[in-house]
């Protein structure tokens, strides 16, 4: 079945511009997580949603980072005004559920981000 | 809170050889440990996931863990390496507010 898809696949911008990462979860997942990987951080948690809850932001680094899900399917995740330290690997994935037999999570293949 | 201590940042083995990925976790509460792989340029793919039902748990290509409370550890084995085991590997811990913290990860080479 379909997974975890996210777009663009890469992406290289100029310092100071804003980009938007798109992530479509797998059909039928109530969470969706936001991740970044980065050569010095390794893997960090950004910000999930579950239903119609308020987001957890509590891993945004900055308030020029913020998502949004509309309709309880796709995200972006919006970052302004680019730095280089934003270049990581971004990735997304999905799960059934928040906890119990449905809580694993499954990765989109992630966005990689080169801000110049 | 949780953490993850991924003890050996690099493994190398022979192809045909046992392979063990070491993790010891850090928890308040009974936790959920899984061992993701990412394979050059691809997603990271679920290899097995312990959540206390038995505390040895197999999962997909082989790879098996054992979960041990006494020593906080969730080591992660395969008894015949192959040269498609070439990855890098994560052990995860899930904290009772649904994040992932994620090891810094085990680089594995096969010699063939």
């Known amino acids: 079945g379909a997974g975890v898809s996210q777009s663009p696949s890469n992406k290289v911008t100029e310092k100071g511009k804003d980009v938007e990462l798109r992530c479509d979860p797998i059909?039928?997942?109530?969470?969706l997580y936001w991740y970044r990987q980065s050569l010095g951080q390794g893997l960090e948690f950004l910000i999930y949603?579950?239903?119609?809850?308020?987001p957890d932001k509590s891993g945004l680094p900055s308030d020029r980072f913020s998502a949004e899900r509309t309709g309880g399917s796709v995200s972006t995740l919006t970052i302004q005004r680019t730095q280089q330290e934003d270049s990581a690997v971004y990735l997304c994935?999905?799960?059934?559920?928040?906890w119990g037999l449905g809580e694993t999570q499954y990765f989109g293949p992630g966005t990689r981000l080169l801000v110049l | 809170a949780q953490s993850v201590t991924q003890l050996d940042s690099h493994v190398s083995v022979s192809e045909g050889t046992p392979v063990l990925l070491r993790c010891n976790y850090s928890?308040?509460?009974?936790?959920?440990l899984f061992w993701y792989v990412q394979h050059p340029n691809k997603g990271l793919q679920l290899l097995l996931k312990?959540?206390?039902?038995?505390?040895l748990v197999k999962g997909i290509n082989g790879f098996e863990a054992e979960f041990k409370k006494s020593e906080t550890s969730f080591h992660l084995t395969k008894p015949s390496a192959h040269m498609s085991d070439a990855a890098e590997y994560f052990c995860?811990?899930?904290?009772?507010?649904?994040?992932?913290?994620f090891g810094a990860g085990t680089t594995v080479t096969v010699r063939a």
């Open positions: 059909s039928g997942h109530t969470a």
């Open positions: 949603f579950q239903g119609n809850s308020a």
């Open positions: 994935a999905s799960s059934l559920e928040l």
């Open positions: 995860v811990v899930k904290s009772n507010d649904y994040k992932l913290s």
């Open positions: 928890s308040s509460y009974s936790p959920s």
């Open positions: 312990y959540t206390s039902a038995a505390t």
